[in-house]
């Protein structure tokens, strides 16, 4: 499956948890729209309770039953591999997750206020790669804001965290824009390419395009 989002505002190098939940909030609409409108997401939100115990007539269980790998939580002996991750009160959706057995390739278009060809200065593009990488995760607890009534109970992410994400290219170019913007400003173009690490019935729908 492959998808693009986009990202227009400030990216800083170690950002703070209220500049990354800012970022977080302008993907969390485009990922919904994507959940409302994606017909395989559709037809996984109808197959998303899978065994983890094999017995006529299940077919196969779910990939935590595999010897080799952790277990998830397994109630009753079935996983709701669309299950939302609760923290902070808070319920996160992401799509790219450890219950799906999915990993996700980045190409990102990166355009700043820095002349062409200055890629690596000092650290300052890994670190606000890192910026992005956290702003497209379940934040961790300390990172979610208190209090903040523009919050809603289900935020939309696009992986549970950025371990998840297998490959990652960069291409920069110069961001044209209002004379007297803020150095920090950049707009992202994000082509999202969705892997499946283990093939199963059920994350079958992320195998097309």
Known sequence: MRFTLTYDGELRSQGNPKQKWAIRQQFDPQLQELWRINPALADLDYARHVPTTPGFPVWEVHHSADKHLPSLPQPNG??????????GGKKFIPLVRESLALR???KITFLRKEEPG???QGGDL???LKTLFDALSIPTLEQIPKDD????DNVYCLMEDDSMISSCEIETHRLLSKPDGSKHDVRLIIEVDIKV???RNYN???LGD
Do not use: A, H
């Open 104 to 106: 996700c390739g980045l």
């Open 78 to 87: 079935w996983v709701d591999v669309l299950s939302p991750i609760e923290k």
């Open 149 to 152: 009534p523009l919050i809603s």
């Open 204 to 206: 079958q729908f992320f």
């Open 197 to 199: 690490t283990k093939p």
């Open 118 to 120: 200055k890629v690596y």
């Open 126 to 128: 890994d670190n606000r």
